[in-house]
């Protein structure tokens, strides 16, 4: 019932900025849990930023902390995650994940739609 489509990847820098984009379709995304997650090659796919529906709480990875911010537009239909201070270990695939439980979770089965992913790549 909804589709997730993530943009923003890219090559930067080690210290640079990248902004991650998720457009989710549907007229339910303010009912909506967001989060961001990410899987490096050879290691699992795990959790980086989480929004409530409202945007009233937040949740972030301790390594990312103080470098990422989650947001979003409800009005948009858009989640975004600003990452800034980019390090080499932030390389990997960034996926877009909605529940449908207004729910900022940190795990990976909460969420029942994911987007396709977008690559990010820091060079040192």
């Known amino acids: 019932q909804v589709q997730l489509v993530e943009s923003g990847g890219g090559l930067v820098q080690a210290g640079g900025s990248l902004r991650l984009s998720c457009a989710a379709s549907?007229?339910?995304?303010?009912?909506?849990?967001m989060g961001w997650f990410r899987q490096a090659p050879g290691k699992e796919r795990n959790f980086v930023a989480a929004?409530?529906?409202?945007?009233?709480?937040?949740y972030y990875v301790d390594s990312v902390k103080g470098r990422f911010t989650i947001s979003r537009d409800n009005a948009k239909n858009t989640v975004s995650l600003q990452m800034n201070s980019l390090k080499p270990e932030d390389t990997a695939v960034y996926y877009c994940?909605?529940?449908?439980?207004?729910?900022?979770?940190?795990?990976?089965?909460?969420?029942?739609?994911w987007g396709q992913g977008t690559q990010v790549t820091v060079s040192s």
């Open positions: 994940a909605a529940n449908t439980r207004r729910l900022a979770s940190t795990t990976r089965g909460t969420y029942d739609y």
């Open positions: 549907g007229r339910a995304f303010s009912s909506y849990g």
């Open positions: 929004i409530t529906s409202s945007g009233g709480i937040t």
